[in-house]
């Protein structure tokens, strides 16, 4: 008798990852937004790049990454040399947990914390560990408590996913400074580009050895396709990362597409200012129906309905004219709807399938 065949404890746990959906029956192309993709898409000089780097398909790609975080450490200020490019930022987080989190440890996120956390957790053979959050944002006193003597990794997205909601950097200092020595705290910036101001905890990577930050190109930049993210981080960390990395996870043509979109400041800037008016817009055109939202510090809104069966109804009533939201049941967000931020004339169709749902309610 051979053993039996089974994977390692956790893994079988792992509910599968839901992206958002894009078809909707009966509509040959629907308005796709529930998965917080840049409607304006990338930038033409990221996709000129690639067109160009697709004659050279049959080279390996460089294992270092080297130009790609030359240019992110150029345009943003930070040290190439403690820069990992992933496989989307989801990849950073995944190596993380692999890294620093294995049986019998504990990875902390909080109630409507992103779905990868746990998963990634879980992965490793960790035991996530969420804790509550006060009316969609995120609490460092509840974090701090739920700190234990197993607690390696607390994972926080800032702005927070799907809540739209952020908190502000002497909070995240506050946490930074409870930390026990075990732990590392990492920032998750998918959406830092779209919040006015913040630095995406750049500032408190580079004053301790224990935080981390990751960035991606699948939002602002338009590139969700492409699967680029990094991460910044101390030295330490960012070394260890390295060992376990796969020495091509970027592809030839993702690392010219992820620099070139980097470098055009100009298209990702406009596209981050329609996106603030768009945003202000949308959440006001939803607070006129009665629909209330947090302030959105992201590229999507959480739009709160009276309760589960009204937020039913209107996802059922969007899908019937072509638009796709994203429902975050499994968020515990029952009575929500996250919708991305599209352009003006998508987001006019939204007040307006909303308006009539109200209307004939
Ligand atoms: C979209 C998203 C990511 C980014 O995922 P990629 O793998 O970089 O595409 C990470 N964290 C949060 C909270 C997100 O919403």
């Known amino acids: 008798m051979t053993a039996p065949i089974r994977p390692q404890p956790g893994i079988l746990d792992i509910a599968l990852y839901q992206g958002g959906a894009s078809e909707i029956e009966g509509h040959a192309e629907p308005l796709k937004l529930s998965s917080n993709e840049n409607p304006f898409g990338a930038s033409p000089a990221a996709v000129a790049a690639m067109a160009g780097a697709a004659a050279q398909a049959h080279r390996y790609p460089p294992t270092d990454h080297g130009a790609l975080r030359g240019a992110i450490a150029e345009v943003h200020g930070l040290d190439a040399a403690r820069i990992i490019c992933g496989v989307g930022s989801d990849e950073i987080i995944h190596l993380l947990c692999q890294a620093y989190a294995g049986p019998g440890d504990e990875v902390l996120y909080t109630e409507h914390g992103f779905g990868m956390y746990p998963i990634a957790a879980k992965a490793a053979g960790a035991t996530p560990v969420q804790v ?67 630095d995406g905890g750049k500032s408190l990577v580079e004053a301790r050895e224990n935080v981390v930050m ?45 620099e070139a979109a980097i470098r055009d400041v100009d298209w990702v800037a406009r596209c981050i200012a329609i996106n603030a008016q768009e945003r202000a817009r949308l959440s006001g055109g939803l607070r006129q129906l009665g629909i209330a939202c947090d302030e959105s510090f992201a590229n999507f809104v959480l739009a709160r309905f009276a309760d589960e069966a009204t937020a039913d109804a209107a996802d059922a009533h969007l899908k019937r004219d072509g638009i796709i939201v994203r429902a975050p049941k499994s968020y515990g967000l029952p009575q929500c709807l996250r919708i991305t931020v599209g352009r003006p004339e998508d987001n006019d169709r939204v007040l307006a399938a909303l308006g009539s749902f109200v209307g004939a309610a």
């Open 132 to 198: 509550a959050e006060v009316e969609r944002h995120v609490d460092v006193d509840t974090l701090i408590g739920g700190i234990t003597e197993r607690t390696r990794l607390i994972f926080i997205a800032n702005p927070a996913n799907p809540c739209a909601t952020m908190i502000d950097s002497e909070e995240m200092t506050r946490l930074a400074d409870a930390l026990p020595e075990q732990c590392l705290l990492i920032l998750d910036g998918a959406y830092v580009e779209f919040a006015d101001g913040y």
């Open 214 to 258: 990751t960035r991606t190109f699948s939002k602002a930049y338009g590139l969700g396709g492409l699967r680029v993210g990094y991460g910044y981080g101390p030295a330490h960390v960012i070394d260890t990362l390295n060992r376990i990395r796969g020495p091509f996870n970027l592809s030839g043509l993702a690392l010219v597409g992820a």
